[in-house]
């Protein structure tokens, strides 16, 4: 009787121990699977949901130099698209134009002072009348999470001075940079980044100061810079 229920007893632990791994395989898998889709979630609601504002400048090669008579000043229509590739929504505060004479070295400081539309392109000056081509005052930009901005913005010189910068026939370099919101959390500070500047050298073509006073433009030649 022991010799015929001893094999019995080692086929019932072989089949307790079968289906003891079985089980542990099953619990094993159940935990990768579930641990795939909470990863999966977590990375969902990082780009859907948590992901920082990520700004990026595009600038157009049809930028344009004109003169504004009320003052006078130096302005420089420059095309720019801003993207945010981030979840949450980015905001630029103001955007800054430093430019070089390439011929005398001359340096100038321009600020976003306003943007324009068809009508500022199709509209002219004229001081006896009291005549302003229309523009709208430069605000902070809002960009939502997997937005763009797209305008043109009205470069004006920091002053009105007596030497101007651009002149017929010479050559300039453009450093445009934008000025992001300061950040308070220290997660947000060690993730934030600011879009590298852009840098773009352009031929001034000939032009009749006097025309560009009265509201003509004078369309540069853009020879090198990011696009």
Same mark, same amino acid.
């Given at each position: ?8 007893a080692?086929n019932?632990a072989s =089949? *307790?121990a ?12 159940t935990?990768m699977?579930?641990?795939l !889709? ?5 990375v969902?609601l ?8 990520? *700004?990026?400048? /595009?600038?157009?090669e049809?930028?344009?130099? +004109?003169r504004?008579? /009320?003052?006078?000043f ?8 801003i993207?945010n ?5 980015g905001?630029?505060l103001?955007?800054?134009?430093? !430019?070089?004479?390439l011929?005398?070295?001359q340096v =100038?400081k321009?600020?976003s002072?306003?943007v324009?539309?068809a ?7 004229? %001081? !006896?009348?009291?005549?302003k081509r229309?523009k709208?005052?430069?605000?902070? *930009?809002s ?9 043109t ?10 030497k ?10 453009m ?8 950040? +308070?959390d220290?997660?947000?500070?060690a ?6 500047? !852009?840098?773009?050298?352009?031929? %001034?073509?000939a032009?009749f ?11 540069l ?7």
């Open positions: 009787m022991k010799s015929s229920s001893a094999p019995n080692t019932e =089949e *307790i079968v289906e003891a791994v079985q089980h542990s395989s099953g619990n094993w898998l935990v699977i579930s641990g !889709a909470l990863t999966a979630s977590a969902s990082w780009e859907t949901t948590l992901r920082q504002p990520e *700004i990026k400048l /595009y600038v157009s049809n930028i344009q130099y +004109t504004d008579p /009320y003052g006078p130096e302005v420089l229509a420059v095309p720019v698209t993207t590739s981030g979840a949450r929504d905001a630029v103001s955007l800054q134009l430093e !430019a070089k004479n011929k005398t070295g =100038e321009f600020k002072n306003y324009a539309d009508q500022y392109f199709g509209g002219r000056d004229d %001081v !006896a009348a009291r005549v229309p709208t005052p430069f605000a902070p *930009i960009v939502s999470g997997r937005g763009a901005f797209t305008g913005v009205l470069f004006y010189s920091a002053g009105g001075g007596e101007n910068l651009i002149e017929p026939g010479t050559k300039i370099e450093i445009l940079s934008v000025t992001l919101p300061a950040q +308070t220290w997660l947000d500070k993730l934030a980044s600011t879009p590298p500047a !852009a840098t773009i050298e352009a031929e %001034v073509p032009f100061p006097g025309a560009l006073l009265s509201g003509d433009n004078a369309p030649k853009v020879s090198s810079g990011t696009f």
